[in-house]
């Protein structure tokens, strides 16, 4: 009887003290390992989860300051989804053959946008080279065959023209001013890198003016520079100003890797503005051509031909070596008649040389070309500043279409 009234107060004993730490716990806070938890994950009183204190912002932003982004934010919403719908996504298929004569299907994705409402796109030459069959998709998600309309491949235009219009109407985007333009201006750039449809980047204006070669070995003027991320898929796509006009077609990035880098190239809308209307016309570009085969003029190459006992009369220009029959240069200008080795190279001398068009100083033939092409159309006039031997003359002529290379 005795043991039993000592197991009895072994556990009433027992119970008391697991009671006092109950209390304790209550009164003072949760303790585990003897470490009190944090307050933000203590239970409340009444056991319900509590509420986290949500860490303070990085930046305090002053009302202004917020509600510029804001309007920012709007604005760049606006524009993407006013303009998002006119920018389309172009697959281009080809068929080759492999070694055991099986058929070889060859596929490329670029960019366009929309001209006009009677359906056709504008995109790059190098999109649509080579292709034997053209799908684009348009941003509803149908699929419509297309044709090519004309191609300019010296300017890397192209347009294409859609087999039949979609239910929805087409939205085509207008050309804004190119020549307006400032570096820092802000751009945006919409297109399918990588077959990413319709994305978006932004970036300003870096450069204006630079020179590209084209496919085909010409040079293309007034190229807008941009740091937009452009990437393989974004050619043929839209550069875009603030108020979502066309300022220029996407065409090539520089980048040893071979996606963006921060450079990315586009042709001016000037130049689209002139090329396209004449590709839906007539399907190619008339190209203004002076009817000469020429060499640039070099100090170093000036040096040689004078210690050959050539007669130079400045160190830069263009030289004419030769002039075609029945282009406009022939009775106007005059080529070489004599020929000179100057190293290995066999050059026919005593032509014109060409310092100035229109009172613009032309030092090289890219010179030439570019001023021809960004201010001269065909059977314009030029003035042609030159020396014939040694003396200074200035003759006009009407300018040709250049024939197509072969």
Do not use: C
């Not at 009433?12 to 009671?19: E, N, S, V």
């Not at 974004?234 to 996407?250: A, H, R, T, W, Y």
């Amino acid at each position: 009887m005795r043991r039993l009234w000592l197991l009895v107060l072994v556990v009433l004993l027992f119970m008391a003290g697991a009671l006092t730490a109950l209390t304790a716990m209550v009164l003072v806070g949760p303790r585990v390992a003897g470490l009190a938890l944090p307050a933000a994950v203590a239970p409340t009183a009444t056991g319900a989860p509590p509420t986290a204190t949500p860490p303070p912002p990085l930046m305090q932003l002053s009302p202004n300051a917020r509600a510029v982004l804001a309007a920012e934010q709007k604005w760049l919403e606006t524009l993407y989804t006013n303009a998002s719908p006119s920018v389309v996504n172009i697959t281009s298929r080809s068929y080759t053959y492999d070694f055991f004569f099986n058929v070889v299907p060859q596929e490329g994705t670029g960019s366009g946008f929309v001209w006009d409402a009677q359906g056709h796109i504008v995109t790059n030459y190098h999109v649509i080279k080579d292709a034997q069959e053209l799908e684009v998709k348009l941003a509803d998600g149908s699929q419509v065959e297309a044709s090519v309309v004309g191609t300019d491949p010296p300017n890397d235009l192209a347009v294409i023209e859609l087999a039949e219009l979609p239910k929805s109407p087409l939205r085509p985007l207008s050309l804004g001013d190119s020549e307006a333009l400032k570096v820092g201006q802000r751009v945006i750039a919409i297109g399918n890198p990588f077959g990413f449809e319709r994305t978006l980047t932004t970036g300003v204006v870096s450069a204006l003016g630079r020179v590209i070669e084209s496919e085909t070995g010409d040079f293309i003027g007034e190229v807008i520079q941009t740091d937009a991320a452009i990437n393989p898929g974004n050619s043929g796509g839209p550069l875009l100003n603030v108020e979502g006009q066309v300022i220029g077609v996407n065409s090539q990035i520089f980048s040893p890797s071979g996606a963006s880098a921060g450079i990315g190239l586009a042709i001016p809308a000037r130049v689209v503005g002139r090329v396209v209307p004449e590709l839906i016309a007539r399907g190619r570009y008339p190209h203004p051509w002076l009817g000469i085969e020429s060499v640039d003029l070099t100090p170093g190459l000036a040096a040689r031909l004078r210690r050959g006992g050539v007669e130079v009369p400045a160190d830069r220009g263009v030289l004419v070596v030769g002039v075609y029959r029945d282009g406009p240069a022939e009775g106007v200008l005059h080529g070489g008649q004599r020929r000179v080795r100057v190293g290995n190279l066999i050059l026919p001398i005593g032509g014109d040389l060409i310092v100035a068009l229109d009172g613009q100083p032309i030092e090289a033939q890219r010179e030439m070309l570019l001023y021809l092409e960004s201010h001269k159309r065909v059977s314009d006039s030029v003035r042609v500043r030159l020396f014939r031997g040694r003396q200074p003359l200035e003759v006009t002529l009407t300018l040709s279409e250049r024939p197509e290379r072969s």
